[in-house]
């Protein structure tokens, strides 16, 4: 079983940008597709990034994906940040036969 | 549109078993590709997977967690049902029915806050 270690936060001021990275413990991330998710206090996650880099419809542009096979890490960007953005981010990946969730990212809006 | 919601006690006693329910609509679990899954959360704590159930009836479990759990349909085919055995009070948190597409958990439950404790 492999695990995804994310920062515990990340903060950035309006209008700016800031990045997530998800590393992935052992096996290739580029090996299975990763998957971001929102999550706002009190509301269950939503997903803001699938299958690496895709965008589910009426999730904003500002967020975009990418992998990198040389650190064995996904990343989550957040250009433009506002006020909503404030929320935990969590990456998620698989193997044949399980699920894995990230250790999350606080993300602060200053 | 698909949908989830669980359902289950609040409150649990230590070593006892935690039933939970999930009612879903807006999708089959009969059709090829479709899988339910749970996912719990400690407060203030991550996400973590639990358990899952696809078209086929096959099961798929969190392996640190195996022991004790169990997930199945029931006859409706409209309902899956989690089972967690020996329940301790690190069990507390909200717990979570997701719908599954192509390894993306793309729909949740408002999830069910269960407490473990004497």
């Known amino acids: 079983k492999f695990t995804l270690t994310q920062p515990h936060s990340v903060s950035g001021s309006p209008g700016k940008s800031v990045s997530i990275s998800c590393t992935r413990s052992s096996g290739s991330v580029a090996s299975n597709y990763v998957q971001w998710y929102q999550q706002r206090p009190g509301s269950a996650p939503t997903t803001v990034i699938y299958e690496d880099d895709r965008r589910p419809s009426g999730v904003p542009d500002r967020f975009s994906g990418s992998v990198d096979t040389s650190s064995n890490s996904a990343s989550l960007t957040i250009s433009g940040l506002t006020t909503e953005d404030e929320a935990d981010y969590y990456c998620q990946s698989y193997d044949s036969t399980t699920y894995v969730f990230g250790t999350g990212t606080k993300v602060t809006v200053l | ?118």
């Open chain 2, 1 to 118: 549109q698909v949908t989830l919601r669980e359902s289950g006690p609040a409150l649990v006693k230590p070593t006892q078993t935690l039933t939970l329910t999930c009612t879903f609509s807006g999708f089959s679990l009969s059709t090829s590709g479709m899988s339910v899954s749970w996912i719990r959360q400690p407060p203030g704590k991550a996400l973590e997977w639990l358990a899952l159930l696809d078209w086929g009836d096959r099961e798929y479990y969190n392996p640190s967690l195996r022991t004790r759990l169990t997930i199945s349909r029931d006859i409706s085919m409209t309902r899956v049902i989690l089972t967690m055995t020996n329940l301790d009070p690190v069990d507390s948190g909200t717990y979570y029915c997701t719908h599954l597409k192509n390894r993306n958990f793309d729909h949740w439950g408002p999830g069910t806050l269960v407490s473990v404790s004497s």
